[in-house]
């Protein structure tokens, strides 16, 4: 499966569902299923090193300050850049994974939450998977 790198700060506001779409200084043709994976970086109050979500990839379009706002951005990167444009965003059990550059393959089959899940089912998937991960201590 295709796999791309985002900070753990970035890849929060993915979680949260405030972010759709992401920034990049470089395109892609691929289209179809990505997973979403938090960088290494520790960030307090982040998810750092782990696949945590699968969405998928629906266009790549050259970045305007109109659509930037849509990766969460408040003026356009110097050097401007593209927009992914990401649909069907779903959470996945947490996978171990160490990041690299550019789209890469991953040999995994995550395990989705379902959209069809109750309440009471995405809250356990959270307390049993998500927030160990938040609430982990930092080490430096």
């Keep these: 499966m295709k796999a ?16 759709t779409a992401e920034f990049r200084t470089w395109e892609t043709r691929h289209r179809g299923e990505i997973l979403l994976c938090s960088g290494a970086k520790k960030i307090p109050g982040c998810i750092s090193g782990h696949a945590l979500m699968v969405g998928t990839l629906t266009d790549v379009v050259r970045a ?46 995550p395990e989705i939450l379902s959209k069809d899940a109750s309440d009471e089912d995405g809250a356990k998937f959270f307390d049993e998977f998500i927030y160990p991960l938040i609430f982990e201590p930092v080490h430096q």
Aim: proline share 8%; charged share 25%; hydrophobic share 35%.
């Design 4 to 19: 791309i790198t985002i900070y753990p700060d970035w890849m929060m506001l993915f979680m949260s569902g405030e972010k």
């Design 64 to 109: 305007t300050k109109k659509n930037i706002d849509e990766c969460c951005l408040d003026s356009m990167p110097k050097g401007g850049g593209y927009v992914w444009h990401f649909d069907n965003l779903r959470y996945i059990k947490p996978i171990p994974v160490k990041g690299m550059p550019g789209l890469f393959d991953l040999d995994v089959t």
